[in-house]
T-cell receptor, first 114, second 116 residues
Framework: EAQVTQNPRYLITVTGKKLTVTCSQN?????MSWYRQDPGLGLRQIYY???????DKGDVPEGYKVSRKEKRNFPLILESPSPNQTSLYFC?????????????FGDGTRLSIL | AQSVSQHNHHVILSEAASLELGCNYS??????LFWYVQYPGQHLQLLLK??????LVKGIKGFEAEFIKSKFSFNLRKPSVQWSDTAEYFC??????????????FGKGTKLSVKP
């Protein structure tokens, strides 16, 4: 089954404790992206990657890191989480080859930073 | 900077009413336009998309959208809503030819509540 898998689905942690949210897709998509969703603000893009070893900042990259060492994986790293990073996070992926490629989304990761 | 505006934050309708959700974008060049739906507790799913051709696009579940280039708009419509359409709807846009995804910009979303 074609899917984007995020782990963990829920995490409560404390300020300053490094964490990684994993994202994996099985559709051989070149493009992957991370978003955060906050009430009243919609989805805002954190980072995206057009292919292996190619990453770029979205609208709200501060406090986050990403890496794309393999095509299927795109982990999101919070080196020193802070309470303002409490949010619902979505990973997405798509093909790049044609215009208008829709993105496929994971089920989301709800992070609470205390 | 590129932006997407959705005019309504929360829309409440009765079943069988008609729906139109507004979406305007600010970018003047070639764009790809999307509507996504998020049912309660679920991830986003694609409703429909436009990138070229007929400006009236039909999507899943009876939804359609019309691209009006002169108005920078891509409004979502459905003639008769059902209770199961209760969800949050997001308009999104990215730019370019050749499959460049780049930065996908989302609107802030419109919550639709349908009363049975």
């Amino acid at each position: 089954e074609a899917q984007v898998t995020q782990n963990p689905r829920y995490l409560i942690t404390v300020t300053g404790k490094k964490l990684t949210v994993t994202c994996s897709q099985n559709m051989n998509h070149e493009y992957m992206s991370w978003y955060r969703q906050d009430p009243g603000l919609g989805l805002r893009q954190i980072y995206y990657s057009m292919n292996v070893e190619v990453t770029d900042k979205g609208d709200v990259p501060e406090g986050y890191k990403v890496s794309r060492k393999e095509k299927r994986n795109f982990p999101l790293i919070l080196e020193s989480p802070s309470p303002n990073q409490t949010s619902l996070y979505f990973c997405a992926s798509s093909f790049v080859g044609e215009r208008g490629q829709p993105q496929h989304f994971g089920d989301g990761t709800r992070l609470s930073i205390l | 900077a590129q932006s997407v505006s959705q005019h309504n934050h929360h829309v409440i309708l009765s079943e069988a009413a008609s729906l139109e959700l507004g979406c305007n974008y600010s970018y003047g060049g070639t764009v790809n336009l999307f509507w996504y739906v998020q049912y309660p507790g679920q991830h986003l799913q694609l409703l429909l998309k436009y990138f070229s051709g007929d400006p009236l696009v039909k999507g899943i579940k009876g939804f359609e959208a019309e691209f009006i280039k002169s108005k920078f708009s891509f409004n979502l419509r459905k003639p008769s809503v059902q209770w199961s359409d209760t969800a949050e709807y997001f308009c999104a846009v990215n730019k370019g030819y050749g499959g460049s995804q780049g930065n996908l910009i989302f609107g802030k979303g419109t919550k639709l509540s349908v009363k049975p």
